[in-house]
C-alpha cells in the first residue's frame, strides 16, 4: 500500500471514530441530562473519550503519510459518517432536511479547507501565544454564558457550545503545531506553557461538545463542531503563519464561497433541529425539591379551570338526556286506589309532580331526581 492510499484509509477510519464518539456523548447526554460537562462515573462516556483519542491519534498519523490538503478535508466525512451510524447503532435517523445540511456542511468546509495552500513551518512567539490564549479564553467563556443564558432553547445553547467547543479544539491544534515545531529542533523547557494550554484546551472542548450533546439532538452541534475547529485552525494559520489561499484572488474568492455554503448547511441542521422540537415536544421531566420528593405540577388557572367545568357538565347534562328515558304514566286504577277521603288538593299536587326517571331500559336499576319542590305532607295523630 502507497503511502497515500495509507493516508486516505487513515483519515477515513479516524473520521469513524469520531463519529462514534460523537453518538456515544450524545447517548450519555441524553439518559444523564443532570450530568452535562464530565460524567466520570459513566463507562460510555470513557468510551467516547477512548473514540475521540483515537481518531485524533489516527488524524495525526495520516498527517505524517499524507499532505495537509487532503487529509484535513477527509476529516470533514465526520457527519456525514455520523448519521447512518446513528441510524445503524441507535436508531436515530436523520431528516431530508438533516441530510442536506450535513452534505452542504462537509462539501463546503472540504472545499475551504482543500483551498488553504502549504507554508514553510514556523512557530509563534511568546508575545503571540499570550495574546492568542487570552482571545481564546475571553471567546470561550463569553460562549458560555451565551449558552447558559439561552438555557430555555436547547438548539441554540447546543450550537453556543459546540461553537465554544469547536474553537477550543481548533486552538489545541494550534499550540500543537507551534510545539511540534519548536521540538523539530529539540525539547525545550520553555514549551512547557503551550503544552499546559494544550490539555487545558483539549478538556475544555471535551466538556463543551459533551454539553453541547444535550437536548438538542446529534447533528446540530456535531456539525457545528466539526466545520468551527478546522475553520479556526485554517484562519489562525493565515493571519499568524503565514498560509495563504490557492490560485490567488480566484482561490480567496472560492474559499469564502466554500464558506458561505458550510455556513449554510449548519444553518439548516440547526432549523431542521428547531422545527422538529416544536412539533414534537419532549415531556416535561419531574421537578424534584431538595428532600428528592416531587414537586407538584403548577395549578391550572382559574378561568380555564371554570370554562373545563362548564363544558364538562354541559356534556353530563346530554349524555342523561340521551341514556335517560321517562317511566309510562301512572294508570287510573293507580289513583282509584287512594283513599275516599283523599282531597282534591292533594290530588292536584300529585298530577303536577315530575316524572321518575329509569335507565336506558325497563326494568334497569332505578334512578331518582330529587325533587326540589316538593313539599313535605305533615300527619296528624
Known amino acids: 500500500m502507497s503511502a497515500l492510499a495509507l493516508s486516505v484509509l487513515l483519515s477515513l477510519v479516524s473520521a469513524v471514530a469520531y463519529a462514534g464518539g460523537a453518538i456515544v456523548q450524545e447517548q450519555v447526554a441524553v439518559s ?20 475521540n483519542g483515537l481518531g485524533g491519534l489516527l488524524h495525526v498519523v495520516a498527517l505524517a503519510y499524507g499532505p495537509l490538503s487532503l487529509v484535513q478535508p477527509l476529516g470533514a466525512l465526520t457527519i456525514v459518517f455520523a448519521l447512518p451510524m446513528a441510524a445503524l447503532f441507535v436508531g ?57 443564558a439561552a438555557h430555555r432553547h436547547p438548539v441554540v445553547r447546543s450550537v453556543l ?13 494550534v499550540f500543537t503545531k507551534t510545539v511540534a515545531v ?70 480567496t474568492a472560492l474559499a469564502l464561497s466554500c464558506g458561505v455554503v458550510a455556513a449554510g448547511g449548519l444553518i439548516l441542521l440547526t432549523t431542521e433541529r428547531i422545527q422538529r422540537t416544536h412539533a414534537e415536544p419532549e415531556p416535561a421531566a419531574p421537578v ?53 277521603g283523599t282531597s282534591d288538593e292533594l290530588l292536584e299536587k300529585l298530577g303536577d309532580e315530575p316524572p321518575a326517571y329509569y335507565g336506558p331500559f325497563y326494568g334497569a336499576a332505578y334512578i331518582p331526581v330529587p325533587v326540589l319542590d316538593r313539599h313535605r305532607t305533615r300527619v296528624k295523630s
Not at 191 to 202: E, K, T
Not at 292 to 311: D, F, H, K, Q, T
Open 288 to 340: 424534584l425539591d431538595g428532600e428528592g420528593g416531587i414537586v407538584p405540577a403548577p395549578a391550572e388557572e382559574p378561568a380555564a379551570a371554570l370554562l373545563r367545568e362548564a363544558v364538562l357538565v354541559d356534556e353530563v347534562a346530554a349524555l342523561r338526556e340521551e341514556m335517560l328515558v321517562p317511566a309510562p304514566a301512572a294508570p287510573a286504577a293507580a289513583e282509584a286506589a287512594l283513599p275516599d
Open 32 to 51: 444523564h441530562p443532570d450530568e452535562q460537562y464530565a460524567p466520570l462515573r459513566r463507562p460510555s462516556w470513557w468510551a467516547a473519550v477512548a473514540l
Open 182 to 251: 519548536d521540538w523539530s529542533g529539540g525539547v525545550s523547557g520553555a514549551d512547557l506553557p503551550s503544552l499546559a494550554a494544550i490539555g487545558v484546551l483539549a478538556t475544555a472542548g471535551l466538556m463543551l461538545s459533551q454539553a453541547s450533546y444535550r437536548g438538542a439532538g446529534l447533528a446540530a452541534p456535531l456539525a457545528t463542531l466539526t466545520v468551527v475547529n478546522p475553520v479556526v485552525a485554517a484562519a489562525v494559520g493565515i493571519t499568524m503563519f503565514g498560509e495563504t489561499f490557492r490560485y490567488g484572488t480566484t482561490g
Open 92 to 148: 436515530r435517523r436523520a431528516g431530508a432536511t438533516a441530510w442536506r445540511g450535513a452534505i452542504m456542511a462537509t462539501v463546503g468546509l472540504a472545499g475551504l479547507l482543500s483551498l488553504v495552500g502549504a507554508s514553510d513551518a514556523q512557530s509563534l512567539s511568546a508575545a503571540q501565544r499570550v495574546f492568542a490564549g487570552l482571545v481564546t479564553a475571553a471567546a470561550v467563556v463569553a460562549l458560555m454564558i451565551a449558552g447558559r
Open 161 to 173: 457550545l459546540a461553537t465554544a467547543s469547536g474553537i477550543a479544539f481548533g486552538m489545541s491544534s
